[in-house]
């Protein structure tokens, strides 16, 4: 018996806005992602990233639009059934229809903790629980690197620089922070410092 509620039934893990500020998008440990009108407050659209007879089991972490403002991609942990392992992949959904578009497997054998599209919307950043981190070209569909902070069960957090092509990342449990030129796949920066951190920021300045 599945009730619907009109809203999550879980916890709320992110929730995003869309480029031109109309909705509100929101994923749980539910497994749904929910879309939201701005201006009413009302429900737009649930999607459903699960199986029937996948129970309690998997979860959404994380939810990131592209700049074209129609493509919605969520990522975590995916049960399918007992007879099928799970699935730590990224899905991509239409955000007018709720269509599924594709599924991206990875070989990340934890769940995925955080997703971020690039300014410009060239790369997805993809950020896994085993301390590592993906970088998608999404233009080429391919990937473009993995960049591996050596550290088991580590969640490494991610932010971009105000121009978009620098990537910012910081590990939990470890203290080393990195600053990556995406265009050129360069590390331009790494320092390790004497904590460790449970998000990052970029401040305004060069």
Known sequence: LALETNSHISQITECTVNKDKTK????STDKTIRIWDI????????IDTYYRDNGN???INSVAIHKNNK???VA???HHNKSKPGKNDVRFYDLENGKLIKVLELTSLSAIMQLKY?????YLIISS???KVFIWDVENDKLKNTIDFGIESAHIHV???QNGNKLFLAASQKSLVVLLELNENEIIFSKDFQSSYQTIAYNGSE
């Open 71 to 73: 493509h919605l991609a």
């Open 24 to 27: 509100i998008i929101t994923v």
């Open 57 to 59: 089991n998997g979860r």
């Open 76 to 78: 975590g942990f995916f």
């Open 129 to 131: 629980a085993m301390g």
């Open 39 to 46: 201006s009413s407050g009302e429900m737009i659209r649930r």
């Open 159 to 161: 932010n971009l620089h």
């Open 118 to 122: 690039s300014d410009d919307g060239k």
